[in-house]
C-alpha cells in the first residue's frame, strides 16, 4: 500500500470513529469505538516515526489528518468524563450536547508532533537553499488556500523577500541562520521569522 493509499484509509477510518462516537455518546449501553480508534493511533504513529518517506505534500496531509484527530480526541475526552461522572458545571451540558465551542477547539495536548504550522525552516543561504524557499512558498500557499486567503506573488518575488529579511535578521542579531514557520493566528496565515542561535 502506498502512503497516499496509507493517508486516505486513516481520514476514511477518522470519519467512521467520529460517527461512532457520536453514536456511542448518544446511546447509553454502547461501548466506546475503542479498537477503531486504534487502528486510528496505530496509523498516526507508523506516520509520526516513518515521516522521513513523505514528500512534503504528503507530510502536510498528515498534520491536517493528526491535528483533526487532535481535537477529537480533546472533546471525546471531555465527553466521556462528562458521561461518567455527571455533569458539574453549566457549560458540560452544553458541551455534552452541541458538541465543542470555538474556544474549546484548541487540544490540551499534542500528538505525534502536531501543530498548528508546519514545520519550521531553517535558511543559512537562500541562493543556495532553493529547495527549502520552494517548500516554504508552498506550505504558505496551501496554508492560504485553506484558510480561504489570495494567494498572490511568485516564488521569485518570494525568494528575494525571503533572501532580504532573513539578511536583515542576521545582521540584527548577528546569527548565522534564520528560522521561518507557517503559523496561523486568529485565523489568519502569517509567516514567521526568528534568528536562530
Known amino acids: 500500500m502506498t502512503v497516499d493509499e496509507e493517508l486516505t484509509l486513516l481520514e476514511s477510518h477518522l470519519r467512521r470513529l467520529k460517527i461512532e462516537y457520536e453514536i456511542y455518546f448518544n446511546s447509553p449501553h454502547k461501548r466506546p469505538p ?9 496509523l ?29 480526541s480533546d472533546l471525546w475526552r471531555k465527553k466521556s468524563r462528562i458521561r461518567e461522572e455527571g455533569y458539574r ?23 505525534y508532533g502536531v501543530h498548528n504550522q508546519a514545520e519550521p525552516f531553517v535558511v543559512t543561504d537562500v541562493k543556495a537553499e532553493g529547495d527549502k524557499v520552494e517548500k516554504l512558498f508552498v506550505a504558505l500557499s ?24 532573513t539578511k536583515e535578521i ?3 542579531y548577528g546569527c548565522e541562520q534564520v528560522e521561518y514557520s507557517v503559523d496561523i493566528a486568529d485565523g489568519k496565515v502569517k ?7
Open 34 to 42: 475503542s479498537d477503531l480508534e486504534w487502528k486510528v493511533l496505530a
Open 44 to 72: 498516526l504513529r507508523k506516520f509520526s516515526d516513518g515521516g522521513g518517506r513523505m514528500s512534503f505534500p504528503q507530510r502536510f496531509r498528515y498534520n491536517e489528518i493528526a491535528q483533526r484527530y487532535a481535537v477529537y
Open 89 to 111: 458545571r453549566p457549560q458540560d451540558a452544553l458541551l455534552s450536547v452541541g458538541g465543542v465551542r470555538p474556544e474549546e477547539h484548541q487540544p490540551a495536548h499534542k500528538i
Open 142 to 165: 496551501d496554508a492560504k488556500k485553506k484558510a480561504g486567503e489570495n494567494v498572490s506573488g511568485s516564488l521569485a518575488s518570494f525568494s528575494s523577500f525571503v533572501q532580504k529579511k
Open 170 to 172: 542576521k545582521k540584527q
Open 191 to 197: 509567516l514567521t521569522a526568528r534568528a536562530k542561535t
